[in-house]
């Protein structure tokens, strides 16, 4: 208990110090421990983050790295779409969202340049915040458990709410836990914190995540130093996949074939990934699992590039394909709601790549390719684990995920990527000392 109490007041020391040198570092913090909380609240820290720039500013300390004009670049083509959207009251309100992918990379180049220690302070509290979230949501549940008898309330959205959303959160939770197990070497309570955050992650059970994890800590397994306790959290997780029943439940649901099953109570047909590509229509009691899903949302896509072949250079504008989605969706008689559940023609398309070219057409998503490539290279260059997990899981989660379609996604993405491109320092994730 000392040695933590000596850690936390050690950090907090830090932090005053830092931030009297760059006053980006608490802002951005500030910013990330928002993301979960009501929109307005993140609206306020985005505000505070761009006050604290502008109040602060120095000519001296502005920089024009070419890697954060990317950002700012596809906030760009995504205002330019607002002259050919076909739905421009939609497209506007999904710019006001989007302000986060121009600001962030602007207050970023107008404050000094994060040092390797300012970096590491930003993570380090970033992770101390997913801690203290991940305590509520368990203390929520348990209380939510007691009073219902349903262990739902320990599982996926049940756990976090379907606002918040558990594959979101399932993100900033695998973040924060690479953050702990890079940096626990003799420290207890560090490796315990890691470990509770995987066994979190894995309660939130989002299938693409736990995958991407498993496979990023096999990879640092056979390349660190630390083998205990990388053994430790694989274990776990793989424990926890094996033994949980609702986990597994969602594992057996996405790749199971059989074609009639019960999901829900009801009595449905399954539909395969085959089915999902090619039959004309369906009816309201097919079923898509995740991956058939999201192969009929770019089957869908591909309809609609063959009846407007224009779209593809220019896009329906942001935010604005949830009409075409709609009229797919009656034209195929997807499952379209019961009022209990939403239908499948008002989701989007679940899918990063396919949403950009679909709202700003092939170079909106050029852009989005170099902003994910670039990242990738500088990762590996950096040779920074926390970075190269960063990198793997979006371009991962982009291919199940619109990610960038909501608020919090935007700016969890931006700032880390921010955080980790906005400056030339090559930082080895091993010790707390060279970060």
Known sequence: MGSTYNYLKNAFLELKQESSKNPGVA????LLWSIQLPYSISSISLGILAATAIFTFKKSNFTTQNTLLLPIALFAMMAMSLIWSIDLRMSLKGLSKSIPLALVPLCFLIYPAFTAVQKHIVLRFYSLGMLVFVGFYLIKATIRFAMTQQTAVFFYHELVTEDVNAIHVSVYVAIAAIYFLCYSEGILWKKIAAIALLFFMVLLSSKNIIIVVLGLLCYHFYTGSRRNLKIGAVFLVVAAIGLSGKIKERFVDEFSSNASTVHQGQNINKVSVGQAWN????SQNNYFAGTAFRVYQIRIFKEMLQADPGVFFTGYGLNA??????????????????GVNDGYQNKNFHNEYIQVLAETGIFGLLILLSILIINTIKAVLNENFIHISFAIIMI?????????????GIIFFTIMYCLFNGSNDFVKARTEKNI
């Open 27 to 30: 802002s951005v913090i500030l």
């Open 279 to 282: 039959n004309p229509t369906f």
């Open 321 to 338: 394909t949830d009409e075409k989605i709609k009229e797919k969706g009656a034209a195929h008689n997807v499952f379209s709601g019961d």
């Open 396 to 408: 991962s989660l982009f291919l199940t995920e619109s990610f960038l379609s909501r608020q919090r």
